[in-house]
């Protein structure tokens, strides 16, 4: 909760801060929305085999810069291209272990009374590229938008971590994690304030992760808002 506090003021900090310049700024008839990208998700895992389940609350923060480049003479369509960054956690069932070997080991928590916290974590790098469009046009600085598009995401570190009766059980970048994470994207909103959807199209884990025989072919959907600044 402070942490989404603190994503708040600052989204409010820099659109005052833009409100200020838009006054003091001669009309660009080649202006571009070029932003940076703030955003908070509740996360979720699809594909989730019959006893995979979550618990807790979920979290993703992300934030970056997309370059916008129109596409049209009124400048209110756009293809848009970033650079950002993604942390993800995810509290559910699913324990990893480690035997003699080091060989990774996959069971399901059937009782979540005998454990404090079991989750795994994800920091990654993201390139988004967008459609993008909206009411905006030179003089407009608040205006409806849509865009839509495509997440590409490289894992730079994995965490999994396990607290409770059979002990504290932490490991840190499992090969069995994907390094490529890949979705569609989808924001719709108005001003600073916009409703974001990510579907992850690959699952988290690879094939070589696997729960009684079968591969774990969970994937991450992230729901939250996107507050964009100028």
Do not use: C
Not at 16 to 37: H, P, R, T
Request: glycine share 8%; charged share 20%.
């Amino acid at each position: 909760m402070k942490t989404l506090l603190i994503f708040i003021s600052i989204v409010f900090i820099g659109q005052s801060s833009m409100s200020q310049d838009a006054n003091d700024k001669v009309i660009d008839s080649l202006y571009k929305e070029d932003q940076f990208y703030v955003g908070v998700t509740y996360n979720l895992l699809g594909n989730r085999k019959e006893k995979l389940s979550q618990s807790g609350f979920s979290t993703g923060f992300h934030f970056g810069f997309i370059k916008d480049m129109p596409i049209n003479k009124q400048r209110n369509v756009a293809i848009g291209l970033g650079l950002g960054y993604s942390v993800n956690s995810f509290n559910q069932n699913l324990r990893v272990t480690k035997d003699n070997t080091g060989a990774i080991n996959y069971s399901v928590l059937e009782d979540n009374s005998t454990y404090s916290r079991n989750k795994f974590s994800m920091h990654l790098i993201e390139l988004p590229l967008e459609f993008r469009w909206r009411t905006s046009n030179a003089t407009e600085y608040k205006f409806w938008r849509v865009y839509t598009g495509f997440k590409l995401g490289y894992v730079l570190s994995n965490t999994t971590k396990y607290k409770g009766d059979l002990g504290l059980d932490k490991y840190s970048n499992i090969k069995d994690f994907n390094d490529m994470q890949y979705g569609l994207t989808l924001s719709v909103g108005y001003n600073t304030w916009n409703l974001y959807l990510y579907y992850a199209l690959n699952p988290v884990f690879s094939n070589k992760a696997q729960l009684d025989g079968s591969s774990i072919d969970i994937n991450a959907i992230k729901v939250g808002l996107m507050f964009y600044i100028l």
